[in-house]
């Protein structure tokens, strides 16, 4: 069956999370860490990219301090 919700619903879901973390008062953002294995990932991954297209346009984002990619796939 294909999926009920298409490329990118979950990346853009991924970006809401992340910009609430960001956002938290009891977090510190400067050491936020991401990380996925397989399929989250490359979720992971499509967050980054999108984040580093959005840091050189109008809204720009903090990247996370660190990256935990685990066996993604990236082809």
Request: with cysteine; net charge negative.
């Given at each position: ?10 990346v853009?879901?991924?970006?809401v ?9 009891s977090?510190?953002?400067?050491r936020?860490?991401v990380?996925?294995?397989?399929a989250g990932?490359?979720l992971?991954?499509?967050?980054q990219?999108?984040l580093?297209?959005?840091r ?8 996370p ?7 993604p796939f990236?082809?």
């Open positions: 069956l294909s999926p009920e919700w298409t490329f990118p619903a979950h853009e879901d991924l970006e999370a992340y910009r609430w973390l960001l956002t938290h008062p977090l510190d953002s400067s936020l860490a990380g996925g294995d397989s990932g490359q992971i991954t499509a967050l990219i999108r580093h297209q959005q050189h346009e109008s809204c720009p984002v903090r990247p301090a660190c990256q935990v990619l685990i066996y990236l082809d």
